[in-house]
C-alpha cells in the first residue's frame, strides 16, 4: 500500500478543477452543440431566426448589441401561446361561470345573450354581437373585487375544459414558445405578455404557466373603483371597458406599460400587426414574428392565409401575410417549424 | 535557499483562500457594522424601521419573509423623492414651454390662463384652476408624438431651474430616499415610481435619476393616438386625459400595472393617502411612511399638520397625521431624521 502521493499532481488537479467551478460561476455556461436551447424546433428559418437574434443582441461591441435594460420581448397569448380553438379560454371560463350562476338568475332563461348560452345554442352563440359578450362578461367579470375575481378565476382553472383537447385551458401551452421564454430569459430579455384578453384573467395564471410575474401582463381591462369596506380598501370591478389591448391598443399598451419599443414581438393574427409594427419599427435588430397554425392533425388549421379554413377565432388573413412578407416578419408554420406541439403532451380527441 | 516546501500547508491555504472567494460569490457580502446603508440619516424610529423592514422580510423561514418576486417598493416621487416647492418640477417645464411657443402664438396675449403665465402674474396664477391647468397641459403636453416629446423634456432638463435653490430640477432629489432606493434594490426588492405626475414626464429621467426604468414609473397619462406617418408608426399625444394617478388612483395604478400590493409605500401628501392604504392593508409585514417637509432652513416647511404653513403645492394635513397614527404609518421628519438632504449638495438661495 502506497501512503505518499506527487504532491505537483494534487495542487495540479485542484486547481483545475477550481479553475473551472470559477469560469462556471462568473460566465454562463457555453452551449455544446448538443444543448439545443430550443429542441421542440425542426431546423429552418424560424428556429435560425431566434438563436440568431439572441446571439446578435447580446453580442457585446456588435452594433446589434442591446442593453440589459432594454432587452424586452412581447407575446400575444391566445393562438401563440396556447391553444384558441374553438373558444378563447377565458371564453370557456364566462360561459361556465354563467353556468353557474344561472339557478340565481331565472330571468336568464328568457333573456339573450344569456338564453342561448344556457340552451347550449351554438348557432346563436356563433352570431352573438360585441354587446352580446359585453353582456357576458359584465356579469361574468364584474361586480366582485379585484381579490375575488383572482380566486374565481384560480378556482375555476383546474376544473376548465377544452372539448378539442378534452385537457384544462393551462395545459394547451405551446412547448416551443416555452423554450423561446426560456431562451430569451436566460439571456437577460424580460418576457412580457401582451394579450387581447381579460389582464386579471390572465394574471391569475401567468406566472404558474408561463413564468411571467403579473407585471409583465399587458391586457384588456375594466375600470375598478376604490372602496373601504369593512375598513379595508377593496378595488370593486366595474362593468365599463377602460382599455381595450387589441390591434393599436397593443402598441399603446405597450408604451402605457413598458414606456420601451420590444426589441422582438410574436403574435398571431390581425389583432397583433401593430404590436409588430411598432416593434420592427424601432432602431437596431428588432424581430417580429406570427405564428400560422397549419397544423390540423396535431392542432388546428385555419387561416385563412395559405388557403386555410376561416374562423371567427383568431385570424390570419392574407392582408396579414402581406404585411409579414413587406415586414420581413418571420412566419412560424406549426406544421413544419414545430417538432413537438404541446408543453403537457395533450392529444386532440376530436 | 530553501527548495522544499509543505505539500500540506500549500493544499490547506489555497483551499482555505478559495473557500472564502466561494463564499463570496455564492453569497451577499455580510455588512459590517460600519457600513451604514443609510448614512444620511439620523438615528431614529424611521431609520429603524426601514432597516428593521428589509432584515425581517429577507429573514428565509420567518413568518415576515417576503419572496423574491412579492418584493416591491412604491415611491410618490413630488416631494417624497424631490422637491415640490414653489411649483411641481412638471409645472416649471409647462410655464417654461409656453413661454418658448409664446412667439408662435400671439393670440396668447389676451387670452387666459396663457396671459397671466407670460406675464408672469403669480397672484392670478395662484388662482388658476383645474381647467386652467388642463388648458396649459393641452398645448404643452400634447399634439406631439411620444418619441417627440422625451426628447423636448430631456432638452428642458439641464435648463430647468428651481428659484429656491438655483438649480436644475434634477438636483434638487434627496439623498435620503436614494438611500432607501439603494438598499431595497440591493436586498431585492423592485423600485416603483407611483407619481401623480406625467408617466412619460417621469420616464424622461426616471432611469438617469433614481435608476427606475420607464416599466417601473406608473403616472398620470393623457390618451395617445397609434398613426402611420410616412410609413412609420407613431404614439399621437392627445389633449385627453386617460389615467388620473392621485388619490384613489394611486390604489388603482399599482393594481392595474403591478398586479400586485407593494410590501412598503412612500409618499408625503393626501394624494398618496390610498396609496399607504392598499400598501399596509396587504397580509404580513407592510409598512407606510409619510415626508413632513418641516426644515424651513435646509428645504421649506409646510403642511399644514403640526402647525406648518398651508401652500397649495403638497398638502400634509391634519387628516393625514391622524390616518397616520390610527394605521401606524411612519412620520419621517426632515429637520430630525436627515441629516443630509440633497444628493447633490445644493443649497437655498432665497
Redesign the interface.
Known amino acids: 500500500m502506497r501512503h505518499s502521493f506527487d504532491?505537483e499532481f494534487?495542487?495540479t488537479t485542484?486547481?483545475r478543477t477550481?479553475t473551472i467551478?470559477?469560469a462556471l460561476?462568473a460566465a454562463p455556461l457555453p452551449l455544446a452543440a448538443q444543448d439545443d436551447p430550443l429542441p421542440s424546433w425542426n431546423e429552418g428559418a424560424a428556429k435560425t431566426a431566434i438563436l440568431e437574434f439572441v446571439a446578435q443582441t447580446t453580442a457585446e461591441g456588435e452594433a446589434s448589441y442591446v442593453a440589459p435594460?432594454d432587452r424586452?420581448a412581447t407575446f400575444d397569448q391566445d393562438g401563440t401561446l396556447w391553444v384558441e380553438q374553438p373558444l378563447y379560454g377565458q371564453g370557456f371560463f364566462a360561459l361556465d361561470r354563467l353556468a353557474k350562476m344561472a339557478p340565481d338568475h331565472p330571468e336568464w332563461k328568457d333573456t339573450e345573450p344569456f338564453k342561448s348560452v344556457l340552451t347550449g345554442d351554438h348557432a346563436a352563440m356563433a352570431k352573438f354581437t360585441e354587446k352580446d359578450w359585453m353582456a357576458i362578461v359584465a356579469v361574468t367579470h364584474a361586480g366582485m373585487s379585484?381579490d375575488d375575481f383572482e380566486t374565481i378565476v384560480s378556482d375555476w382553472l383546474p376544473t376548465s375544459k377544452n372539448p378539442i383537447f378534452d385537457a384544462p385551458v393551462t395545459e394547451l401551452t405551446y412547448q416551443p414558445m416555452h423554450e423561446v421564454m426560456d431562451l430569451l430569459r436566460t439571456n437577460g430579455f424580460?418576457t412580457w405578455i401582451v394579450t387581447g384578453g381579460g389582464?386579471?384573467f390572465v394574471?391569475a395564471y401567468a406566472?404558474d404557466v408561463y413564468g411571467v410575474?403579473?407585471?409583465q401582463?399587458i391586457g384588456s381591462?375594466i375600470a375598478?373603483?376604490?372602496q373601504m369596506v369593512d375598513g379595508?380598501?377593496v378595488?370593486m370591478r366595474d362593468a365599463k371597458l377602460f382599455f381595450n389591448d387589441n390591434d393599436?391598443g397593443k402598441?399603446?399598451g405597450i408604451?402605457?406599460?413598458?414606456?420601451?419599443r420590444p426589441q422582438i414581438a410574436f403574435g398571431n393574427t390581425e389583432g397583433d400587426k401593430?404590436m409588430l409594427?411598432?416593434t420592427t419599427?424601432g432602431d437596431g435588430l428588432r424581430l417580429g414574428f406570427l405564428l400560422l397554425h397549419d397544423d390540423a392533425d396535431r392542432e388546428v388549421a385555419y387561416g385563412p392565409a395559405n388557403g386555410l379554413p376561416d374562423t371567427k377565432v383568431g385570424t390570419f388573413s392574407e392582408a396579414l401575410m402581406d404585411s409579414a412578407e413587406q415586414n420581413d416578419w418571420t412566419v412560424i408554420s406549426m406544421k413544419n417549424d414545430w417538432k413537438t406541439i404541446f408543453a403537457k403532451g395533450v392529444e386532440k380527441v376530436k
Open positions: 504532491p494534487k495542487g485542484m486547481l477550481l467551478a470559477f460561476l435594460d424586452l379585484t424580460q389582464q386579471e394574471r406566472n410575474p403579473t407585471q401582463v381591462s375598478t373603483k376604490y379595508k380598501p378595488l393599436d402598441a399603446i408604451n402605457l406599460f413598458i414606456g420601451k401593430e409594427q411598432w419599427a
